[in-house]
């Protein structure tokens, strides 16, 4: 069984910035592409950003494109989301995944999630 383990989320003010981990533990983790997912309160899981296995490629949700980027450390088996611009619509509760494909777009396309955490942006 694979465990993921988020964590970084918190309170920030609007403009600001957080950086989100994720350690993956159980799999071998070079062997999955990984994303990072969100659901704000009353709303669907929405996809925000994805890497692959290697971390040579990336893809971004339109509305966090130029603010969030994502990367991965395969010798520590972690991913990170770094958030800057912050706005107050980003708030939720951020997940990691992992994901069969080569680089997951879709929710759908997630196999195993982590418990989130919580980021709270402030105006």
């Known amino acids: 069984q694979v465990q993921l383990v988020e964590s970084g989320g918190g309170l920030v003010q609007a403009g600001g910035s957080k950086k989100l981990s994720c350690t993956a533990s159980g799999r071998t983790f070079t062997s999955y592409a990984m994303g990072w997912i969100r659901q704000a309160p009353g709303k669907e899981r929405e996809f925000v950003a994805a890497?692959?296995?290697?971390?040579?490629?990336?893809a971004y949700a339109d509305s966090v494109k130029g603010r969030f980027t994502i990367s991965r450390d395969n010798a520590k088996n972690t991913i990170y989301l770094q958030m800057n611009s912050l706005k107050p619509e980003d708030t939720a509760v951020y997940y990691c995944?992992?994901?069969?494909?080569?680089?997951?777009?879709?929710?759908?396309?997630?196999?195993?999630w982590g418990q989130g955490t919580q980021v709270t942006v402030s105006s």
């Open positions: 890497i692959t296995r290697s971390g040579r490629s990336t």
């Open positions: 995944a992992i994901a069969r494909s080569f680089l997951p777009r879709q929710v759908v396309d997630y196999d195993y």
